[in-house]
């Protein structure tokens, strides 16, 4: 655990993953706190150039939407946050020669906890939806470019993740996604 200008932040077993809990100003009206500064996340080992924010909203408990990733040149890291609701949001290390090759981590994000997770580029991103309404954010170190963006199988068994839930709700795109093991995606430690 490292404190640093307000933030707590923990390496998570996946390097350069990274769990951040921004410190919350609250009183009986309510509550603030910064969402992200460059200069306080630079010094928590965060030194992506975000470029561009993302939206997204899931209606229902149970929606899985994963796992994605964008090729190179195209790969992104991301600043995940759940602002409405909560999401067991996963990252899965998929950078060949990396110690941890092929381990997932998964934490809880929510409106509630305010707490956000880095994944840097080379892995896997995907969550569940924990409750209904969910609204999720993030940030990203380089743009949207749909040729590069790949989806692979949420329940791969060469990767074991556990969502939680037996019949999740999926996209057309993640019903259909391809094993790692038959996919293009390839990133190098």
Sequence with gaps: ??????????????????????????????????????????????TADFVQD???????????????????????????????????????????GSPTYKQWISVELSAENKHQLFIPRGFLHGFVTLSDDVEVMYKTDNYYEPSADRSIRFNDPSFGVVWGVDAPQL??????????????????Y
């Design 171 to 188: 996209s057309a795109k993640d019903s259909n996604a391809p094993l790692f093991a038959e996919s293009d995606v390839k990133f190098t």
């Design 1 to 46: 655990m490292t404190q640093s200008n307000a933030l707590t932040s923990e390496q998570t077993k996946l390097e350069g993953v990274i769990l951040v809990r921004p410190l919350i100003h609250g009183d009986s009206r309510g509550w603030f706190y910064e969402s992200y500064s460059k200069r306080k996340y630079e010094q928590l080992g965060i």
């Design 54 to 96: 993302n939206r997204s909203y899931s209606s229902q408990k149970g929606i899985v939407r994963g796992l994605h990733c964008q090729l190179e040149p195209y790969a992104q890291a991301k600043l995940i946050t759940c602002t409405k609701g909560a999401i067991l949001d996963v990252a899965v290390d998929i950078r060949e």
